[in-house]
């Protein structure tokens, strides 16, 4: 923290309707690569989320009231705030979660780049008008900002979940009420003391922190005031507060767990599908829901593959996030390299062959070993639970059919990705995929501009792209009627 250029972006009080609110007990915020204290801050509880949302609907009839000019250029100013200080909220971001300074920075990037995307689509919220059945009347619609809007989001991008969501609920007019993950609260708190600097007005975007995700989730949840849920995290979870939106039939979008899968043809440039599978599976540690959880390699290009693949693996460098060259950093906590290393044992036991890897690193026990497991099959607990670690497990396969089936056989449908220059083939399987995002020779493929989602148990809604505002509107029709002489 020393070596922040500007200190006053660690904030240790939640932020609701534009003030530092201080609670009568505090969370210890640790760094996992070294286990030390980084702060501590405070633990609010139900009682502030109520507050926050309270503030939320009382600034609502101003926020929505401006342009959208207005609210983008306010907008603007923050995304401008946040890219200056991108170097000290990547150093934050690194300090609380793991990931190495240099992806940290990327994603203080990416997120920023929903916030500054939505301002200007913002100005598109376009309503219709439709041709009425009879002569008398005229049908027009318009689209209105929901009011005010709770989320809930994970510890694996502690920036740009909140970004992604509070770009298209602010640039719609709505307000905001985040409760970010207990493991990573400061760059949540960072970004409320940018917005506060960027003159986004008192109540609009609050910051909830406090380790009781259930009460607090309640009220986010279940509270009559809050017309709209978004949460990000794992389905299981989803599933619980879904149906607690069912009480005040709250609008919910749901960004949740994935098993994306990453398949090789032989026809694949293989050189390019190397270097795809290595961003897409051990970004993060392997800790994202768009990570590739199997590798299904055609039986004529699988030594080729596998080899080149291997050697990629062990280039990887493994170390404290905020140290020179390091490309992975250590996963959340030791729980997180336990899960992962029964998972790789379990798999083993099936008949998986270990070829990489295989447990915890020498660094400590947060840090696991980049892995690679060949002869795994699609039933095996590593490829049908979703992994969260930097595990790759290569599937042997034989066919475009068998593939697609074997790839759609899980209840998830978030990302998936394939390499083949047939382009036949590309339309066949890209259509066959039973995925809300499909990478085509491409292996990092979310951008503001483009419709983050899920299919099946991977969710609802969409984040990015001018279909990431529909969440946040509603479409009211008018009927003007009497109008002939
Ligand atoms: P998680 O356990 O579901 O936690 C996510 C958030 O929910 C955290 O803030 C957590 O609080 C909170 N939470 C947990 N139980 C709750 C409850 N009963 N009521 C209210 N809130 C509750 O997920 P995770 O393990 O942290 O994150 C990884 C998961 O997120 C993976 O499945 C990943 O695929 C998914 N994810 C999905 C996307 C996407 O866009 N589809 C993006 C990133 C991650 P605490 O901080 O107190 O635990």
């Known amino acids: 923290m020393q070596q922040l250029n500007d200190k006053q972006l660690i904030k240790r009080f939640s932020y609701i309707n534009g003030s530092w609110h201080s609670s009568a007990t505090e969370i210890p915020v640790h760094n996992p690569a070294n286990g030390e204290l980084i702060t501590n801050v405070s633990n609010a509880g139900p009682e502030e989320a109520i507050l926050a949302v309270k503030a939320a609907k009382k600034a609502f009839p101003a926020w929505s009231a401006k342009s959208a000019n207005e609210r983008a250029v306010i907008l603007r100013n923050w995304f401008n705030l946040l890219m200056t200080h991108q170097e000290d909220l990547g150093r934050i971001l690194t300090l609380e979660q793991g990931k190495p300074l240099a992806e940290a920075k990327g994603e203080i990037g990416y997120g920023a780049a929903f916030i500054e995307w939505f301002a200007e689509e913002g100005k598109r919220v376009y309503g219709d008008t439709i041709p009425a059945p009879s002569a008398d009347k005229r049908i027009v619609v318009i689209k209105q900002p929901v009011g ?36 990573t609260p400061l760059s949540a708190l960072a970004m409320a003391e940018l917005a506060e600097r960027a003159g986004i007005p008192a109540g609009v975007f609050n910051v909830v922190v406090g380790e009781d995700a259930h009460g607090i989730g309640k009220v986010l949840t279940e509270h009559v005031d809050v017309a709209k849920f978004t949460f990000t995290g794992s389905t299981a979870v989803g599933q619980a507060l879904i149906s607690q939106c069912a009480s005040t039939v709250k609008k919910v979008s749901m960004e949740l767990g994935g098993n994306a899968p990453f398949i090789v043809f032989d026809d694949a440039d293989v050189d390019a599908a190397v270097a795809g599978a290595i961003v897409s599976k051990y970004r993060n540690a392997g800790q994202t829901c768009v990570c590739t959880n199997r590798i299904f390699v055609q039986s004529g290009i699988k030594e080729a593959f596998t080899e080149k693949f291997i050697t990629a693996v062990n280039k990887l460098v493994i170390g404290n996030g905020l140290d020179d060259g390091v490309t992975i950093g250590p996963m959340i906590n030791a729980q997180a390299t336990k899960d992962v290393s029964d998972l790789i044992q379990r798999s083993i036991s099936a008949g998986a062959t270990l070829v990489l890897g295989g447990g915890n690193s020498p660094l400590g026990d947060t840090f696991m070993m980049p892995t690679v497991l060949t002869d795994v099959t699609n039933n095996m607990p590593i490829a049908n639970t979703e992994i969260f670690g930097p595990v790759s497990p290569i599937i042997c396969f034989e066919d475009e059919e068998e593939v697609i089936a074997m790839a759609n056989d899980t209840e998830f449908g978030l990302a998936s990705y394939f390499y083949s220059r047939d382009i036949g083939r590309i339309w066949r399987v890209a259509e066959g995929l039973e995925y809300g995002m499909v990478g085509i020779n491409e292996g990092i493929i979310s951008n503001a501009a483009a419709p983050f989602g899920g299919m099946k148990q991977s969710g609802n809604g969409r984040e990015g792209s001018k279909y990431g505002l529909d969440d946040y509107l509603e479409i009211k029709y008018l009927c003007f009627g009497g109008l002939t002489k």
């Open 148 to 183: 005010v809007v709770a989320a809930i989001t994970p510890w694996n991008f502690p920036n740009a979940m909140i970004a992604r969501k509070a770009a298209a609920a602010l640039s719609a007019g709505c307000t905001f009420v985040v409760r970010p993950a207990t493991q």
